[in-house]
T-cell receptor, first 111, second 116 residues
Framework: GDSVTQMEGPVTLSEEAFLTINCTYTATGYPSLFWYVQYPGEGLQLLLKATKADDKGSNKGFEATYRKETTSFHLEKGSVQVSDSAVYFCALSDQGGKLIFGQGTELSVKP | DVKVTQSSRYLVKRTGEKVFLECVQDMDHENMFWYRQDPGLGLRLIYFSYDVKMKEKGDIPEGYSVSREKKERFSLILESASTNQTSMYLC???????????????FGPGTRLTVL
């Protein structure tokens, strides 16, 4: 079945460092891909999405490009802030429209 | 702003108790979902509903049931709580997905359930 694999956390960075969180997927067909973020004590919220190959999703300085050839959707940010500390989830939508999530990657940014 | 609310942020129950988790959304969404979130496992879908009185099993429905009597409300029921159901439970809602058009899922803040 469809699945999503993310790099394990926790990831600890200093403020203004470059961030990459790796995400790869296995799917039949052509899923849409997403990154959700969960700030401490809150539910998940959509960070960005891409619906077809070579699409780039972006929001709040974060970017991810849908790479069909490598089945990847890595999340990047050029300069992280303390306020970016959260858990990040990569997800895909299956053919029935449901979301399949990766295991989540906890990011901690130190001042 | 879309709002998805869950009845409790924290809940402590005893083994064997019947537990009700309530979720309410105010955006007239057709779709509603219940997930559980566990460290290292991400979110796993328990049940979902595409419309009032309709329900579909997700990936881990065993030990759970659901009820959707009104469009805005989706309840998760643990018929006889067990310690392995200690977890964070997240509710979400969305408009229907149509063809290749995906509609964002909006999440509630979660209920952290502890079963003793």
């Amino acid at each position: 079945g469809d699945s999503v694999t993310q790099m394990e956390g926790p990831v600890t960075l200093s403020e203004e460092a470059f961030l990459t969180i790796n995400c790869t997927y296995t799917a039949t067909g052509y899923p849409s891909l997403f990154w959700y973020v969960q700030y401490p004590g809150e539910g998940l919220q959509l960070l960005l999405k891409a619906t077809k190959a070579d699409d780039k999703g972006s929001n709040k300085g974060f970017e991810a490009t849908y790479r069909k050839e490598t089945t990847s959707f890595h999340l990047e940010k050029g300069s992280v802030q303390v306020s970016d500390s959260a858990v990040y989830f990569c997800a895909l939508s299956d053919q029935g429209g449901k979301l399949i999530f990766g295991q989540g990657t906890e990011l901690s940014v130190k001042p | 702003d879309v709002k998805v609310t869950q009845s409790s942020r924290y809940l402590v129950k005893r083994t064997g108790e019947k537990v009700f988790l309530e979720c309410v959304q105010d955006m007239d969404h057709e779709n509603m979902f219940w997930y559980r979130q566990d460290p290292g496992l991400g979110l796993r879908l328990i049940y979902f509903s595409y419309d009032v009185k309709m329900k579909e099993k997700g990936d881990i429905p065993e030990g759970y049931s659901v009820s959707r009597e009104k469009k805005e409300r989706f309840s998760l029921i643990l018929e006889s709580a067990s310690t392995n159901q200690t977890s964070m439970y997240l509710c979400a809602s969305s408009y229907p997905t149509s063809g290749s058009s995906y509609n964002e899922q909006f999440f509630g803040p979660g209920t952290r359930l502890t079963v003793l």
